[in-house]
């Protein structure tokens, strides 16, 4: 019995995605429930399993090609898988030709790994789930080259392989080899081209302004301190430093309903609800999953809820109506080591705020010099929508709040 392997329903505004990565290939035998391809849309990567134990028979949309909504990906056959496995009886007596076989790779690894024979289980995996790459196939084989030329030497005094071969991964997954004058083209991801486009936009069509102001970190961080083994006891997560800006910006979004609005086109939306955006950065880029009515959300709840958007945006599990309808953003560029930046606006929203290192610095207090923990922070704002006066003012309420987080409890 053949099956269609097509592609998930998008939602409305997803127009159309591209064929990331086939996990299988025609021949191949899978399990019900396996992931056989990935397609990649503007926000997220969607995954097709496969509908039932059987082999793939056909791939009718190759990696790259651009598909639709329901649109059919390939061919399944379903109960064949016995025959890909009848057809090689002597196993038992190839162990690591068989095991090869259970090793997740790329297309692009495959056929390279085939090319050159290489057995997949002598390659050291770098991928998601174990995946090998085509770069650590190719980092396999640049090993190989260096023990080669290290195995003439002499049996009395072995000389050990020169390092200047390692080969140096990069902050960005990419890997080259030490000393090569090399150049590496890599098509920019779907998300990586929708998120470039949109801070373009964003940049051309609002009247960005950006204000900022410092916060004393020291009440927060004694606050954390004094309370953290009990909250993590009666919680089971910690209490970070995010959960306390999200409350600040939710309390002042109250106070300032331009700065939690948005413009479309002609019109002026004013939202009575607030959707906090926090940005989390993968591998694959940017991603702002939003938590949905902050003003009712506990410490512990945004806590929570924060470090599982973290989790599934670098597994590529969130789902695309989590990053939409978000009426304010929060990003923290602070944990990467950012001391200062300018945050650019997540249209169709009027405002962002960046969050930054935290760093001590000598600050005048009643006419004495003290050392305290300090942070930056920083407002994008639309003029259009949002004069100055009213971007200066919510970054004080914010600021206050922080540095008497007291207020935050009593809503004062």
């Given at each position: 019995m053949t099956i269609e392997i097509k592609t998930p329903t998008f939602p409305e505004s997803v127009a159309d995605g591209t064929v990331a990565t086939w996990h299988k290939q025609p021949g191949e035998a899978v399990s019900r429930d396996e992931l056989i391809v990935d397609i990649e849309t503007d926000k997220v990567v969607l995954e097709v399993v496969a509908p039932a134990d059987g082999v793939i028979k056909e791939i009718i949309k190759g990696e790259g090609e651009v598909v639709l909504s329901d649109e059919v990906l390939g061919v399944f056959a379903e109960g064949e898988a016995g025959a890909t496995v009848d057809a090689a009886?002597?196993?038992?007596?190839a162990p690591a030709a068989a095991s090869s076989e259970d090793i997740i790779m790329s297309p692009a690894a495959r056929k390279l790994a085939e090319e050159e024979g290489i057995n997949p289980s002598d390659v050291v995996a770098t991928g998601k789930d174990g995946r090998v790459t085509k770069e650590d196939i190719l980092n396999h084989i640049s090993a190989k080259?260096?023990?080669?030329?290290?195995?003439?030497?002499?049996?009395?005094?072995?000389?050990?392989?020169?390092?200047?071969?390692?080969?140096?991964?990069?902050?960005?997954?990419?890997?080259?080899?030490?000393?090569?004058?090399?150049?590496?083209?890599?098509?920019?991801?779907?998300?990586?081209?929708?998120?470039?486009?949109?801070?373009?936009?964003?940049?051309?069509?609002?009247?960005?302004?950006?204000?900022?102001?410092?916060?004393?970190?020291?009440?927060?961080?004694?606050?954390?301190?004094?309370?953290?083994?009990?909250?993590?006891?009666?919680?089971?997560?910690k209490l970070g430093f995010m959960s306390f800006f999200v409350k600040a910006a939710t309390e002042a979004l109250k106070k300032f309903p331009s700065v939690n609005a948005s413009i479309d086109g002609n019109d002026m939306v004013y939202h009575g609800y607030q959707d906090v955006g926090v940005a989390v950065s993968t591998e694959r880029g940017l991603v702002v999953p939003v938590l949905r009515d902050s003003d009712a959300m506990g410490l512990a709840e945004i806590e929570s809820t924060i470090a599982d958007f973290g989790a599934r945006a670098r597994d590529g599990k969130l789902g695309i109506e989590e990053m939409q309808g978000g009426t304010f953003t929060i990003s923290n560029g602070g944990i990467f080591g950012s001391l200062m930046s300018m945050p650019i606006l997540n249209p169709p929203q009027t405002a962002i705020m960046g969050m930054h290192k935290i760093q001590e610095r000598p600050m005048a207090v009643d006419g004495e010099v003290v050392i305290l923990p300090m942070m930056y922070l920083?407002?994008?704002?639309?003029?259009?929508?949002?004069?100055?006066k009213e971007a200066v003012q919510f970054l004080v309420t914010i600021k206050e709040l922080l540095e008497d987080p007291a207020r935050l409890i009593l809503d004062v």
């Open positions: 009886p002597a196993a038992a007596e080259s260096v023990k080669a030329e290290a195995a003439p030497a002499p049996a009395s005094a072995p000389a050990p392989a020169p390092a200047a071969a390692k080969s140096t991964p990069t902050a960005a997954g990419i890997t080259f080899d030490a000393g090569d004058r090399v150049e590496k083209r890599v098509p920019m991801t779907r998300l990586r081209a929708t998120i470039a486009r949109r801070l373009v936009e964003a940049q051309q069509t609002a009247a960005m302004l950006t204000t900022y102001n410092e916060v004393n970190m020291k009440p927060i961080m004694e606050l954390r301190k004094k309370y953290q083994d009990k909250f993590v006891s009666a919680h089971g997560v920083a407002l994008s704002y639309d003029h259009r929508m949002i004069d100055g």
